[in-house]
């Protein structure tokens, strides 16, 4: 696939150009585009199960569709590669989430082709709805087609957005897209022609004439004719909840036949039917590449492969990651202690509990993606007695916030939250990024914030976490491979909100929260060696409570203060900077910095890039510790 060819492809520069092509060559070139789509993600990694299993329907959606006039909005935007290729950015498929590249996901400033951005679950028949009132308060005719994955269908937001566009009536098009099951090819069939059959013109006005002459007919005849018509409307799938939700049901349909597809959205592009519709198509995730079918989650995400062995780019270093070692810490205390359970939202291997789950399935609970259910289903098992660990990612936090204000806080309930991907994610970008949950939690009363610097400290806090009774507490931890640091044969149980120091100097101090204490290091090694400033060095722990002791003697002791932390401005420099205004500690003429990231949103790129660009690499601690330090001549520079 090395050397791919790609002939109808390359005719498509814009989608007129594929809307000319004959249906018989759309089979053609949705190979083309599944091969295109492979050979991109296997240079970039990515989300390459997920587009796979829409490449048809993409082809049919576009060619069908009068995109972007008619707006189709992608849920999640897993899926949104091969409708990347097809709207003009094929020439730029191969920077994928890379800095100044495409991104992983759907975005408004990218393309007018991605009307809506994605990167959460289950926003897009929300957004969808609101541009087909917005539509219709404007007196415009265009289509709105929302396209769904069964996954993301188990969030409630999915939900209410259903319930209120069919109580609406307002047109609008919902595309279940299900790659959880099959379909037989006789029901498939028959299903899509029923389909094909109930959404055309003639079927539709003979239906409703069917339904007011049998009316008129004597009891026994109607409720023959009833019979009837409930006999169709199940072996098309109408009886269904969506059904009950208002929405006319078609499928479930073969998301892979375009003979079964086009039709179908032809109708339904040139229907009479009022109101919102749902089509149920069933598709392969992953389909068409040999490794992906078999391993749908291993191919669900991957780093750069290769293309001919699938063999994939094994990051630098043997390291074991931060999940890892939060999985295998929680799985050891769960063997001790059966009141230790854990819960995922839909993640049990990209936090870890998988490992949990196979040794101790009875104790590992996976609710779907459903955030905020996952948050109170916690709550309610702390009020019991158990020792619940919602282990959930730090941006996928933020849709249970909520949650975590009213049924934890307000009720002192200790639940332990297992903060994953906290901080920088690089190519996931802006909306993965774990950088607020610090600023978020730390003000809330009760909760109790961990940030381990290293492998070493999260075992430590995991246990801490484990036997914290007192209230809510949280250990927040990052992507990617630790430190290096010897793992510790017994764990420990800090004392809350005890700092720890790990160098002591003059003048100048440097309070680190979290994994940013290895950049500091290295600017102390610096600084000493090159400046002849022995600088104290404190990790903080505890974003909340704060060793206030500590700070005290920092800034009592010291000159100048450093405050350095990868999380949103507000977050623990806010809360250290407001001791200290408060407590006095400025009226000593102390002079401080503090180094977060921006303000900003801080698009995808390579995290280091991603750290540099916001001064919080080395080179950038550097320069604001040497603007503390009163003697400003001879300054250290890196190249």
């Known amino acids: 696939m090395t050397d791919l060819q790609t002939p109808l492809l390359d005719k498509i520069q814009t989608l007129e150009d594929l809307r000319q092509l004959p249906e018989s060559q759309l089979h053609q070139l949705a190979d083309e585009l599944r091969n295109e789509t492979i050979s991109a993600v296997s240079q970039t990694g990515g989300h390459l199960g997920a587009g796979l299993g829409v490449v048809e329907l993409t082809v049919a959606l576009h060619y069908v569709f009068n995109t972007p006039n008619d707006r189709l909005i992608w849920d999640v935007g897993h899926q949104s590669y091969p409708h990347k290729i097809l709207t003009g950015r094929r020439n730029r498929i191969t920077t994928l989430r890379k800095k100044d590249g495409l991104s992983g996901f759907t975005k408004r400033s990218e393309s007018p082709f991605d009307p809506f951005g994605a990167g959460h679950s289950s926003t897009s028949i929300s957004a969808g709805f609101g541009m087909a009132i917005a539509r219709d308060l404007k007196n415009m005719r265009n289509h709105v087609i929302s396209v769904i994955g069964d996954g993301a269908m188990s969030a409630g937001m999915a939900y209410e957005a259903l319930n209120n566009a069919g109580a609406s009536k307002s047109d609008m098009i919902v595309i279940l897209n299900d790659n959880d099951m099959s379909i037989a ?28 002459v049998a009316s008129r007919f004597p009891t026994e005849i109607e409720q023959a004719a009833k019979k009837a018509k409930n006999l169709a409307r199940e072996m098309t799938g109408a009886q269904s909840l969506f059904s009950k939700l208002g929405f006319f049901h078609i499928g479930p349909i073969d998301g892979h036949d375009l003979s079964h597809l086009l039709p179908i959205f032809k109708n339904l592009r040139d229907r009479d039917i009022n109101g919102p519709v749902l089509v149920h198509v069933v598709t392969e995730k992953g389909k068409g590449h040999p490794f992906a079918g078999s391993n749908s989650e291993k191919y669900h995400a991957v780093p750069q492969f290769n293309i001919v062995t699938g063999e994939q780019k094994k990051p630098g270093g043997n390291l074991p990651s ?54 109170t289903f916690a709550a309610g098992m702390a009020a019991e007695g ?26 002192n309930l200790p639940v332990r939250f297992a903060i994953d991907r906290a901080g920088l994610v690089g190519a996931d970008g802006a909306t993965h990024a774990g950088i607020y949950d610090v600023a978020y939690l730390c003000c809330l009363p009760n909760m109790t914030v961990m940030c381990p610097a290293d492998e070493a400290e999260l075992v430590h806090m995991t246990n801490t976490a484990a036997f914290f009774d007192d209230g809510p507490i949280a250990l927040r931890y990052p992507r990617g491979s630790g430190t290096g640091v010897a793992i510790p044969e017994q764990a420990k149980r800090l004392k809350i909100g005890e700092a720890r120091i790990i160098n002591h100097g003059e003048n100048l101090a440097i309070l680190s929260i979290g994994t940013m204490l290895e950049t500091c290091k290295e600017v102390i090694t610096i600084l000493a060696k090159n400046r002849g400033v022995n600088a104290t060095l404190v990790d903080a722990r505890f974003a909340k409570p704060l060793d ?51 303000d900003k949103i801080i698009d995808h790129a390579e995290r280091d890039i991603q750290l540099k660009s916001a001064g919080l690499d080395v080179l950038g601690i550097l320069k604001l510790s040497e603007n503390l330090i009163s003697d400003q001549k001879n300054m250290v520079t890196i190249a």
Do not use: W
């Open 185 to 212: 090819q006789p029901v498939g069939a028959l299903s899509a022609y029923l389909s094909e059959l109930i959404t055309s013109r003639p079927y539709h006005s003979l239906r409703v004439l069917v339904k007011e």
């Open 386 to 411: 158990m020792r619940p660990f919602c282990a959930i990612y730090s941006t996928f936090l933020q849709r249970g916030y909520d949650q975590v204000i009213h049924d934890v806080c307000l009720q």
């Open 322 to 375: 931060y999940t890892s070692v939060f999985a295998d810490s929680l799985t050891d205390l769960a063997a001790k202690d059966k009141r230790i359970v854990a819960i995922t939202a839909a993640m049990p291997s990209g936090t870890g509990l998988d490992k949990m789950a196979n040794s101790f399935p009875e104790q590992v609970f996976d609710v779907g993606i459903a955030e905020q259910h996952a948050v």
């Open 548 to 598: 206030t002791k500590m700070i005290d003697k920092l800034c009592t002791t010291h000159s100048s203060l450093l405050i350095v932390e990868e999380g949103a401005p507000g977050g623990f420099a806010a809360q250290v900077l407001q001791y200290i205004v408060n407590s006095g500690n400025l009226e000593s003429q102390l002079r401080l910095r503090v180094a977060t990231l921006p």
